[in-house]
C-alpha cells in the first residue's frame, strides 16, 4: 500500500476506551502528513528537473555541431548522473522517512490498540464482577423476602390451627356439656316416667276396684302443695312425708304406709264426700279426687314439674 499525506490525513482509527489521546495522535499524524507531504513535493521536484535536464541534453544534442567537443557531453553526463543520484537520494531518504513516520504510527497505534483492549477487557472484568455482585445480592434478597413469606405463612398457619383446635375443643366441652344435660334430663325423665307409671297403675288398681273407695277418704282441700319436681298425691298412693299406711288388712301393693283415718281427722265428719255406690258403678269419683278421660286423674302439678324438668332453663342449661 503506497503512503501517501492524503491517506494518513484520511486515516481514522477506531476508539477505545482509555487509550492514547485522540487529539496528540492527529496532530501526530497531520505533522507526519505534512512531512511526507514535503518530501514527496521535493520528489516531484526533482524529478521534474531531471526531466528538464534530460530534455536540455537531448535539445543540446541535436543543436550541437558534430564537432562538439568530448567536454561538453562529459559535463552533461556529469550533472545528468548528479541530478538522478539527488533524485535517487530524496527520494530514498523521503521513503525511509515516511516508512520510519509510518512504522512509528503504526506501533503507537498498535500500542493504543493494546491499551485499548486491556482497558476494555478491565472494564469487562469488572462489568461481570459487579454483575455477578447484584446478582447475588438480588439472588441473596430473594432468598431472606422467601425465607420471611414462609416463616409468616407458617405463623399464620399455626396460628389458624390453634384457633381451629381451640374452637373444636370449646365445641367438644358444649356437646361433652350437653351430653352430660342429656343424660341427666333423660335420667329425670325417667324417674319421672317411673312415678308416672306407678301412679297410672294405682289409679288402675283403684279403677279395677271400685269398693275400696267406699274405706278411702278424701283428699283434704287444705293439703299442702307437692314440692316441684315431686308428683301429687292421688287416693290410694303413698304420701312421701306421711309414713302411715292403710290397714294390713286392707292394704295393697302401694298402699303399704297407708293407715285409715290418718289423713285428716275432719275427713271422718263428712261422710257425705265419699263416693256413693253408684258413682263408683258409673266410673264416676268425689269431686274433690276426679279421675280424667286418659284415666290419670288430675295430675297437672306432675305434669307441670315433668315439663319444666324437661325443658329447663337457660341458666340450668349454662
Known amino acids: 500500500m503506497d503512503i501517501t499525506p492524503e491517506l494518513i490525513a484520511e486515516i481514522d482509527f477506531p476508539d477505545a476506551l482509555k487509550g492514547f489521546d485522540k487529539d496528540a495522535v492527529d496532530d501526530f499524524l497531520g505533522q507526519v502528513g505534512t512531512e511526507l507531504g514535503r518530501v514527496h513535493y521535493e520528489l516531484r521536484k526533482a524529478e521534474r528537473r531531471i526531466a528538464e535536464l534530460e530534455d536540455e541534453v537531448a535539445r543540446a544534442g541535436a543543436q550541437a555541431p558534430a564537432e562538439a567537443t568530448e567536454s561538453d557531453a562529459s559535463k552533461a ?3 545528468i548522473m548528479a541530478a538522478q543520484e539527488t533524485a535517487d537520494r530524496i527520494e530514498s531518504d523521503a521513503t525511509t ?11 503507537e497505534a498498535d500500542a493504543a490498540i493494546e491499551v485499548a483492549a486491556s482497558e476494555a477487557k478491565r472494564l469487562l472484568a469488572e462489568a461481570h464482577t459487579q454483575a455477578e455482585r447484584l446478582e447475588g445480592d438480588a439472588r441473596r434478597e430473594a432468598d431472606e423476602m422467601l ?3 414462609k416463616r409468616r405463612a407458617e405463623d399464620e398457619y399455626d396460628a389458624r390451627v390453634a384457633d381451629y383446635v381451640r374452637l373444636l375443643g370449646e365445641q367438644e366441652q358444649r356437646s361433652d356439656a350437653l351430653a352430660n344435660d342429656i343424660d341427666a334430663l333423660e335420667a329425670r325423665v325417667g324417674e319421672y ?3 308416672l307409671e306407678r301412679l297410672v297403675e294405682e289409679v288402675r288398681r283403684v279403677l279395677d276396684d271400685p269398693d275400696e273407695l267406699r274405706f278411702r277418704p278424701t283428699l283434704e282441700l ?5 314440692p316441684v319436681g ?3 298425691p292421688v287416693p290410694g298412693s303413698v304420701m312421701p312425708d306421711d309414713p302411715a299406711g292403710v290397714d294390713a288388712q286392707e292394704a295393697v301393693p302401694g298402699d303399704e304406709g ?17 263416693a256413693t255406690p253408684d258413682e263408683v258403678a258409673d266410673g264416676g269419683l268425689p269431686e274433690d279426687g276426679p279421675v280424667g278421660e286418659d284415666g290419670l286423674g288430675e295430675l297437672d302439678p306432675v305434669h307441670e ?9 337457660t341458666s340450668e342449661m349454662a
Open 97 to 107: 522517512e515516511a516508512e520510519k513516520t509510518l512504522a512509528d504510527a503504526k506501533s
Open 258 to 274: 297407708w293407715e285409715q283415718g290418718s289423713w285428716s281427722a275432719d275427713l271422718e265428719g263428712h261422710p257425705d264426700d265419699a
Open 193 to 195: 316416667r317411673s312415678v
Open 305 to 313: 314439674a315433668a315439663d319444666a324438668d324437661e325443658h329447663p332453663s
Open 230 to 232: 315431686s308428683p301429687a
Open 77 to 79: 553526463t556529469r550533472t
Open 147 to 149: 425465607v420471611a413469606g
Open 222 to 226: 287444705s293439703a299442702p302443695a307437692a
